[in-house]
């Protein structure tokens, strides 16, 4: 059992203890327990667990009794004496726990569907503790988890596709591989992963793909259907039952055609069919590579990311599809990273090694203000002492630099959580919404318009909120502030987390047209989210965004001088 698992063991285990509604200490040492476990850096084993500090003899039982078993009793009885369809509600990301359990018990609902009907009519308003607003928002909640379903994230599915990729080619040397379909077009949220493989004359033989489960009624002697699990096999227990609800199989297609044919169907899996429809006719049957089938369109290269049928036309015509898009190696530095002054899990220096091992020459330390208490933001004593640490670490490792920035949360009334005085004194400052989410579009571009009006601002941060596959974000009208961040020269942020991707790539056109300069963010809390960063250059491409607009994509000096500009 890997660290993460049991993580998620415990922290399910917690959220069972809310379920029945036990006392919050016992559910508060469990959550601490995940938490200690989390950010253990060796795998969690009966002869280290005694080093995590906090851990009380109970939860040491019981993570011995994962260990060993996979699994702990009493977490077992307690669902085997629920309907199993109950177990769902563990995995809607936004279901209050408490509340699903008096949902289950007061009206005998055993279902998301059933909770969802009983919310449409009504019947959540005689429970104590719910009103009007609470039943609404739980209708969207469930609506948009069903929305959802079948659903994943791009960032999940690319080191699932890596791996995929690795075993087809051990399966036969011979085979000509590219991943197509979604994922090559770097769709922030897929349906599936898809490959196309082509052979020289027949398919090999006895293709026999580790680590995926192949569905033979859905597959055809060209096209291998199946899929990846994260649960090897049959579950074996409540708790993998548990994992194969929160990371459902992931469907995977192999499509295998001759190799002399292989670009014309890379072609053809790649685009939208929007993209397709006006190209297909002149597209050559043999083709020796995607170009030429542009060429016979007599038009330039289109990168599979941009084949959306969005913004393409325009941009030949605007003469911009030919230029160089950012690749990963265009970026120089890193601008929006937590460390353990807020919480992030690193320390400055550590995050400062690792972005020098990674060939960066430099990196913004932007920690949470004050108001973001919850992630033990900054206050102004603390702020001054993180400054004068970066200017020891500076002086040790330049060439490479440290920026000291902020991530500044934007107050409910679009104040920022510090002074001006304050905030000119740092090299940059990233602002972004954290707190009372939940507002109409009218509050929030009031916040968010006023804030960016601030003259020490630099950019601005995950601009709607949204965490994919999760929630909705606050609502913008993405045009009133992109203009707004156009007027007071504020950057924006193309945030690489794979749940945000935000700013959304498609804006990323609007907001190149008014001239807006980027930053691909990786909004990392420690050194292996740096990684991120590949996913936010994925979704700058998707918007067709070259390098020279992109502030981490320019050398230390020339982002040293944006900055003193405008502090
Ligand atoms: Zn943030
Ligand atoms: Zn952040």
Redesign the pocket.
């Known amino acids: 059992m890997n660290n993460q698992n049991l993580t998620r063991a415990l922290n399910l285990y917690a959220r069972t203890l809310e379920f029945t509604h036990e006392n919050e200490f016992k559910i508060k040492s469990y959550q601490n327990a995940a938490e200690k476990i989390e950010g253990f850096p060796y795998l969690i084993s009966e002869d280290n667990m005694n080093d995590i500090e906090g851990i009380g003899s109970a939860i040491a039982l019981k993570i011995k009794e994962i260990i060993t078993t996979g699994t702990f009793s009493q977490f077992e009885n307690f669902f085997s004496t629920l309907p199993e369809s109950c177990m769902e509600f563990f995995v809607v990301p936004g279901l209050s726990p408490k509340k699903a359990g008096q949902i289950y018990r007061e009206l005998n609902v055993h279902s998301i569907d059933e909770m969802l009907q009983a919310s449409r009519e009504n019947k959540l308003l005689a429970l104590k503790g719910f009103g009007k607003k609470t039943q609404e928002e739980l209708i969207e909640c469930l609506e948009y988890y069903k929305s959802n379903k079948g659903k994943f994230l791009y960032g999940h599915a690319v080191p699932i596709s890596q791996t995929i990729f690795k075993e087809i080619q051990q399966q036969s040397s011979t085979l000509k591989i590219s991943l197509t379909g979604e994922m090559r077009r770097g769709s922030n949220i897929v349906s599936g992963i898809e490959f196309l493989a082509g052979f020289e004359n027949e398919i090999p033989d006895n293709l026999n793909f580790n680590g995926l489960r192949k569905d033979d009624s859905n597959s055809a002697p060209l096209a291998w259907r199946g899929f990846y699990d994260f649960i090897n096999g049959t579950p074996k227990n409540n708790f993998e039952k548990y994992l194969n609800l929160l990371f459902p199989p992931v469907p995977v297609e192999i499509i295998f055609c001759r190799k002399a044919e292989f670009f014309r169907k890379l072609f053809i899996t790649t685009g939208s069919k929007e993209h397709l429809k006006p190209l297909l006719k002149n597209a050559p049957m043999i083709p020796m590579s995607e170009e030429e089938i542009y060429r016979a369109n007599n038009l330039p290269f289109i990168i599979p990311e941009l084949r959306e049928n969005l913004f393409e036309w325009e941009m030949i015509k605007e003469n911009k599809i030919s230029e160089h898009p950012v690749t990963l190696s265009d970026i120089k530095g890193v601008l ?1 990273v ?1 460390s353990r002054y807020s919480d992030g899990k690193n320390s400055i220096s550590e995050l400062a090694t690792h972005c020098m091992k990674k060939g960066l020459s430099y990196l913004g330390i ?1 920690d ?1 203000s004050k108001a973001a208490f919850y992630a033990n933001g900054l206050n102004e004593e603390r702020l001054i002492i993180q400054k004068n640490e970066i200017e020891k670490i500076n002086r040790e490792i330049a060439p490479f630099r440290i920026f000291h920035g902020i ?1 500044c949360d934007i107050l409910s009334d679009g104040k920022l959580d510090f002074t001006d005085e304050i905030l000119k004194e740092l090299d940059f400052v990233i602002i ?1 919404i954290h707190s009372n989410l939940v507002m109409n579009e009218e509050k929030a571009m009031k916040r968010l318009l006023k804030a960016l009006e601030n003259p020490y601002v630099t950019m601005l ?1 995950h601009p709607t909120g949204r965490l994919l596959l999760r929630r909705k974000g606050y609502p913008v009208d993405h045009q009133k502030m992109i203009d707004a961040c156009a007027d007071n020269k504020v950057m924006i942020e193309i945030n690489s987390n794979t749940y945000r991707l935000d700013l959304d790539w498609k804006w990323l056109k609007y907001a190149s047209d008014k001239g807006i300069i980027f930053s691909i963010n990786p ?1 990392a809390h420690r050194t292996e989210h740096i990684d991120y960063m590949q996913f936010g250059v994925t979704m700058a491409r998707k918007g067709g965004i070259m390098p020279q607009q992109i502030l981490n994509c320019m050398g230390v000096e020339r982002v040293g001088e944006i900055f003193e500009r405008k502090g």
């Open positions: 929006h937590h932007t949470h991530e972004s941060g909004d």
